[in-house]
């Protein structure tokens, strides 16, 4: 099955939380999904960058 982020961002689940996309890149609503984060932490922009791994 695949899922493209523009129908990702449609979905109630995430809608409801109000996404913002943070791309120049013009076709990317149209990519096809391969992953996504799931966490319970409101803040994890932090701990997903490469930066703060060590």
């Keep these: 099955m695949s899922l493209l982020l523009a129908d990702a961002f449609e979905h109630e689940s995430l809608k ?3 996404p913002v996309l943070r791309t120049d890149v013009p076709e990317a609503l149209s990519r096809q999904l391969r992953w996504v984060h799931s966490s319970e ?3 994890i922009a932090p701990l997903l960058r490469a930066e703060s791994c060590s």
């Design 16 to 18: 409801a939380a109000e």
């Design 41 to 43: 932490v409101l803040d």
